[in-house]
T-cell receptor, first 110, second 113 residues
Framework: DAKTTQPTSMDCAEGRAANLPCNHS???????VYWYRQIHSQGPQYIIH???NNETNEMASLIITEDRKSSTLILPHATLRDTAVYYC???????????FGQGTRLTINP | NAGVTQTPKFRILKIGQSMTLQCTQD?????MYWYRQDPGMGLKLIYY???????DKGEVPNGYNVSRSTTEDFPLRLELAAPSQTSVYFC????????????FGQGTRLTVV
């Protein structure tokens, strides 16, 4: 599994776009980039994943660089409920061993 | 659907006691996982299973045992509880498919005194 590096913490104003970066320079060609988040002390929640192309769903957008060495999770209109720890990880399909890093603690300010 | 259900939600154990944390899922998922999360820290993988009868160690397996006799259940056993095992334990499950996401239970908060 790819080693990922994320900033320890970030702040964002409510209503603005939150852009969370992740470096995964050792990612292999068949590893997907996955994002999860953990709100307070709840169980983690899946957000989005992608391989090469940019992806969008009802929660967020995922932008993956052409060389796949980094990605950015975008929450387009952050709300106070988006305050959480966000985890980026690399996973090989069909061999899912979910290993979490330290993540980014995102605080949305009113 | 209930999703991933963990019991109990809270438990206090004395040093040296044993207990089993229960985890069951009703989504017919192949993969199941156990994590622990110490205060202010990230999640650490204890054990995982890719199907009934198959289990493997994660990052921090010492002091724990698991079994997977059915697709639905993946219990975690603590044989000799120690204060270092005070933590919140999360169970998760997922399919093996291209858009698989993992679903997590609400956690078991364990205190060993």
């Amino acid at each position: 599994d790819a080693k990922t590096t994320q900033p320890t913490s970030m702040d964002c104003a409510e209503g603005r776009a939150a852009n969370l970066p992740c470096n995964h320079s050792t990612i292999s060609g068949n590893e997907y980039v996955y994002w999860y988040r953990q709100i307070h002390s709840q169980g983690p929640q899946y957000i989005i994943h992608g391989l090469k192309n940019n992806e969008t769903n009802e929660m967020a957008s995922l932008i993956i660089t052409e060389d796949r060495k980094s990605s950015t999770l975008i929450l387009p209109h952050a709300t106070l409920r988006d305050t959480a720890v966000y985890y980026c990880m690399g996973l090989i399909q069909g061999a899912q061993k979910l290993v979490f890093g330290q993540g980014t603690r995102l605080t949305i300010n009113p | 659907n209930a999703g991933v259900t963990q019991t109990p939600k809270f438990r206090i154990l004395k040093i040296g006691q044993s207990m089993t944390l229960q985890c069951t899922q009703d989504m017919n998922h192949n993969y199941m996982y156990w994590y622990r999360q110490d205060p202010g820290m990230g999640l650490k993988l204890i054990y995982y299973s890719v199907g009934a009868g198959i289990t493997d160690k994660g990052e921090v397996p010492n002091g724990y045992n698991v079994s997977r006799s059915t697709t639905e259940d993946f219990p975690l056993r603590l044989e000799l509880a120690a204060p270092s095992q005070t933590s919140v334990y999360f169970c998760a499950s997922s399919y093996v498919r291209s858009d698989a996401e993992a679903f997590f239970g609400q956690g078991t908060r364990l205190t060993v005194v």
